[in-house]
């Protein structure tokens, strides 16, 4: 028995003051009112209707349940014109989980203009470079970066993520420019600790092989190494996100080109593609393509 329609039915049936036109509110037979009515009285234990061939009669108990049962449906319908809403209007709290230093350095344009065109909808950014567990954390959308394995969670490609090694002006000049990968295990490597080394093919063995003597600095963050780069520290392998615009003004420059690693990804991934809430797909659908092609972190060149 479905409580809500048998409830539904009821309701309908005290108000038209018969079956027959209940069920024409209701769009169905007669003959379905009067079973769902007969199972909720069953259902209760109770007589809710006294039934005679020209009127129908609430009893006590009747009373009692239509005032009950009209403010459950009154509620129901209410939340389901709320959630409807949700559905055509981004709105609510979305939930987005980003690497730190992408966040810090490109972030507050998109969500500057993101809130402009979407007023409802509030951002609660949490910035982490672990990979969170986003059901489990309550994210809405995690972006993401590297080379996304298979997994249950959709992933929207947005945009490619270059790694390059670089070095300041004066540290080249004073160690020296490398001219292939095995040039490397000679000079003073800044290391970020959560790069993930499958990924920097084919710089990747020349790297492993750099002693700890000439591991110069480790850090969890990029900038840091960046910005100790620039200083003259040693070579960095980073992303072009953080490190083009000190490429740009000429405060690192690009070293062994011809060896840089398969560009990475930027990813905005979510939890399901059906029944998508629209506050995530107006994210999805406004961040797609917002960094432009190649994006705007990559024209220093």
Request: glycine share 6%.
């Amino acid at each position: 028995m479905d409580r809500i329609e048998t409830m539904r039915a009821f309701v309908h049936v005290v108000q038209e003051g018969s079956f027959t036109r209940a069920a024409e509110r209701l769009d169905t037979s007669p003959q379905l009112v009067s079973k769902y009515v007969s199972q909720l009285e069953q259902h209760l234990g109770l007589r809710l209707l006294n039934r005679t061939t020209r009127r129908i009669h609430l009893t006590e108990a009747g009373t009692r349940y239509y005032q009950g049962a009209q403010q459950v449906l009154t509620d129901i319908d209410d939340m389901e014109s709320q959630l409807g809403e949700l559905h055509t209007e981004a709105q609510g709290i979305l939930r987005i989980s980003a690497p730190v230093s992408f966040a810090l350095h490109h972030l507050p344009p998109l969500l500057n203009a993101f809130q402009k065109a979407h007023p409802a909808v509030k951002i609660d950014l949490q910035l982490n470079d672990r990979k969170v567990d986003i059901v489990e954390e309550g994210f809405d959308v995690a972006l993401r970066i590297g080379h996304l394995k298979s997994s249950s969670l959709i992933a929207k490609r947005i945009a490619p993520v270059r790694l390059v090694l670089c070095a300041s002006p004066d540290y080249l000049e004073q160690h020296g420019n490398p001219e292939r990968p095995e040039d490397l295990v000679h000079h003073q490597y800044l290391h970020y600790s959560y790069m993930d080394m499958e990924s920097v093919q084919p710089i990747q063995k020349s790297l492993l092989s750099i002693s700890d003597d000439n591991r110069g600095i480790v850090s969890n963050n990029g900038d840091v190494l960046t910005a100790t780069a620039i200083e003259g520290a040693g070579i960095v392998l980073q992303p072009t996100f953080i490190a083009g615009a000190a490429i740009k003004e000429g405060k690192l420059r690009v070293i062994l080109p011809e060896y840089e690693p398969e560009p990475l990804g930027l990813y905005a991934v979510y939890a399901h593609r059906q029944l998508l809430a629209s506050k995530v797909r107006s994210f999805i659908d406004f961040i797609d393509g917002f960094f432009g092609e190649p994006p705007y972190w990559d024209r220093f060149e």
